[in-house]
């Protein structure tokens, strides 16, 4: 039996088409439910390999957001703002079976996460919420600015700023797309081993809509559901500091760090599903 039997169903968003895939057991109270929404420059196939391992026992939904994969954002491009993407997870847990999830989201996916735990609709939805490599927008523009006061963290802040500059490089038009499509995809499917077609090109509009923008995010509340972060301390990316400040306003909340870079979840996916079973992690 293939225990990454996959189950394809189009869900249907405000500007998207959205391509959602189930795996393992058929929804059920006494079966436990996931849903994982991946990050950039990924689809849900960056969960493949912690897909096989919790078929067995869990009901699994993933699917590809609008700036990825198989899923249409409509007239091609279509809204990326982070409003539109929560809109798209409240959508498909609409569609769903399921009467409530565990959320987990890995970078630009755990960005949309916690914008949709701090949303009224998570509520009786989303029972918990994992997050991997992607920081809460608000808390980060927060932690920022108190950095920026404050001399003895003046060194994390230039950490993180150091570690942001293809931020600013996306924001370029062209030279972005181009830099991907003759040289990067090739580069990151090799070092990823899985392909991501066009999803970097397509993804840059996240970074181009969300960032440097002077839309509002979605509205900032006190999460009381159980909150697990887990800081993969070589991310390239993310400083592990990051997490300083989450308890002021998260309330139940546990902070793991992993020996591990950006892409733990993929390289490390027993790890990471153990840490979705129990929320704690294996003996090393």
């Given at each position: ?186 580069r990151y499917e090799f070092a990823v081993r899985r392909s991501v077609d066009d999803n ?85």
């Amino acid at each position: 039996m293939d225990v990454l039997r996959e189950r394809r169903r189009t869900v249907s968003a405000k500007g998207a088409e959205l391509a959602v895939f189930e795996y393992g057991p058929e929804p059920d109270p006494s079966v436990p439910s996931l849903l994982l929404v991946h990050g950039y420059p990924d689809d849900h196939r960056v969960f493949q390999d912690v897909l096989r391992e919790l078929a067995p026992t869990h009901h699994l939904v993933a699917y590809d957001t609008r700036n990825a994969g198989q899923s249409v954002a409509s007239g091609g491009t279509g809204t990326y703002r982070l409003a539109a993407l929560v809109d798209d997870l409240f959508a498909v847990l609409d569609a769903l079976d399921s009467a409530s999830v565990h959320l987990a989201g890995h970078d630009w996916g755990s960005i949309q996460g916690w914008a949709a735990i701090q949303d009224p609709r998570a509520a009786g939805r989303i029972t918990g919420f994992t997050s991997i490599s992607g920081p809460d927008l608000r808390h980060f523009s927060r932690w920022l600015r108190a950095a920026a006061r404050t001399p003895r963290r003046w060194p994390q802040l230039a950490g993180q700023l150091m570690r942001s500059w293809y931020v600013a490089a996306f924001q370029i038009p062209l030279l972005p797309e181009s830099a991907w499509r003759l040289f990067l995809t090739r580069r990151y499917e090799f070092a990823v081993r899985r392909s991501v077609d066009d999803n970097p090109e397509r993804g840059l509009a996240l970074y181009r809509t969300n960032l440097f923008s002077k839309e509002p995010l979605p509205p900032f509340a006190r999460v009381s559901m159980p909150v697990q972060v887990v800081v993969p301390l070589k991310d390239p990316f993310l400083s592990p500091a990051l997490v300083d400040g989450l308890d002021t306003w998260v309330d139940d909340l546990t902070v793991l760090r992993v020996k591990g870079g950006h892409w733990w979840p993929a390289t490390r996916p027993a790890d990471f599903a153990e840490v979705l079973r129990t929320g704690l992690l294996p003996p090393q």
